[in-house]
């Protein structure tokens, strides 16, 4: 039976990145890593494939220069009723195409070192003489730590034992040539993520994003719908047909939806409750939960990955892999600590229809709001040493109020 230090199950960005901060920090410890994959790369990934540019430049500090065709990201258009607010800053995020991005990540990280069996399902997982024996379909191996990187139904989570209350978001997504939508579609919005919030609240606990994508070389859209689940939004006939409300949303945009494959994949929210580890396993990525405001997991899953990666090799070196403090370091780490005020968030927008217009309407008066907002997404905001700052424009805005005064500048650019 092979032994290795770690084994770490999938490869997608939250698995990757572990396996890549791990080569990084520990080079010894990364010549005993195997990363497990049940598919084979390129393999589809329901996914709308925006990537913060945060998630980027963490990349580019590991060295990885993203040499795969993307769609840069100058806007981010947020849409209520007939209301649009543009938050405008040049090269925000990108978007890509999932199967490539994670080739893309998958083949760094073997050109590095890292050893990925693909085509290889995690079928099994018992403890054994201080670590866990891991079995596949090809294999059985013995491991010190096992890193669960697989996604929201998480085998690693179940097989370690793990039991805590799931709630996963829904998500509906389809991709259509843009100029099915209109001949001129991107000479306005190639640049543009647009989060449409005029459902929330009627029938929505999340919202529905509109985003340009590449596909083979060509144009095209995806369009989506992302619920959280944790509320009860709307009558309960809206709730079971969350499908539908997809489908009423292509017609408005005069699409066919009988033309229109949809797609769906649940997101594993986090929650504080959730457990994230138990003694020599670590959860990232989906398997642990992202946030419940947007559902955006690819940065975090990449972040995730970066904190496992120093649990593991500070475990190493102090010989304590109980990962009992996983969730306390997450909790403090800046992305950690973005998931659970973005839950917050989640919780007034979604959960409250006076917190809900409230928090539109200071987004919509407030420039410093705006600037957080976009800044934060960029990666060069960091809104957890500004939370004074914030509570200040907030505590003004319930005071004083804007008057809804409309807001022209380099930021936020006021329509309808
Ligand atoms: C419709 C939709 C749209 C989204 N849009 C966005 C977006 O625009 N931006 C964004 O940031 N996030 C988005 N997300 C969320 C994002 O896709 C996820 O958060 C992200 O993929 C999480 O990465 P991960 O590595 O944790 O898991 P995954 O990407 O799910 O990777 C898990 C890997 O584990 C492998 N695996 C699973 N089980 C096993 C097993 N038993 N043995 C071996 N391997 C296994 C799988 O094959 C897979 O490769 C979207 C999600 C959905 C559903």
Redesign the pocket.
Known sequence: MERYDVII???????TSTALNIRALAPEISDRTLV????SHP?E????????AGAVSTLERLGIKLSIPFRQVNRIRIRYGADILDLCENDIGRVVR?SEF?THLAGEAQRGGVELHEN????GMERKDGGMIVS?ALGTYWSRVVVG???????VRKLAGIRDRMVAAT???VEVPAEMISPDYYGESADMLTFDFSLTQRCLSGYIWE?PCIIDGRDYVSI?LFNNNLFNTGPPSYRRNLRQILMKQLKSRGLNPDDCSV?????RMFQKSNIVSAPGVLL????AG?DSFA???????IK?GQLAAHEVVRAFRTGDLSFSHYIRSILNSDFGGEIVRFGRVARALYGSSIKFNFILSLLWNSPDIQRMMIQNYKGTYKIRGHVMKVGWKMAHHLIFGDKGVPIRGPIGKVHG
């Open positions: 199950v999938g490869s997608g960005p939250a698995g497990l994959e049940k598919a393999r990934r329901v996914c709308a494939g925006a990537v913060r999932r994670d290889e399902v995690l079928t596949t990187a697989d996604g929201t139904p998480s085998r998500n509906y997504m985003f989506g797609k769906s994949h649940p997101t990232v990525g989906d398997a992202v559902g955006e997991g690819i940065y975090h899953a995730y």
